[in-house]
Nanobody, 121 residues
Framework: QVQLVESGGGLVQPGGSLRLSCAAS????????MNWYRQAPGKQRELVAS???????NYADSVKGRFTISRDNGKNTVYLQMNSLKPEDTAVYYC???????????????WGQGTQVTVSS
């Protein structure tokens, strides 16, 4: 009914940049908040950045000044521009969205399948 699909991951050298995208599709009425999480091997999943419908943003301290989250409401898509990447940024990156569905009450949380980001020389 609703799908979130991430893209843009890959292998990059330290100091490099990547741009992740996450497109939501389906019978979506409204997307309230979109988030990027990441999970490194052996570690818990952590919130990296979030953006509300009105484009209020929030970042983890570890990525402030290096990552930028943005969204295109017309395309139901959220982006994560990652600059000055470090080896410790290596993880699987997931997006999620809190949204409402056409014809249904309430809001729902959906996750994407994840995209691998590897920062290594």
């Amino acid at each position: 009914q609703v799908q979130l699909v991430e893209s843009g991951g890959g292998l990059v050298q330290p100091g490099g940049s990547l741009r992740l995208s996450c497109a939501a599709s389906g019978s979506i009425s409204r997307i309230y908040i979109m988030n990027w999480y990441r999970q490194a091997p052996g570690k818990q999943r952590e919130l990296v950045a979030s953006i509300t419908e009105t484009r209020t943003t929030n970042y983890a301290d570890s990525v402030k000044g290096r990552f930028t989250i943005s969204r295109d409401n017309g395309k139901n898509t959220v982006y994560l521009q990652m600059n000055s990447l470090k080896p410790e940024d290596t993880a699987v990156y997931y997006c999620n969205a809190q949204l409402s569905i056409q014809g249904k009450l309430g809001s729902y949380l959906y996750w994407g399948q994840g995209t691998q980001v590897t920062v290594s020389s």
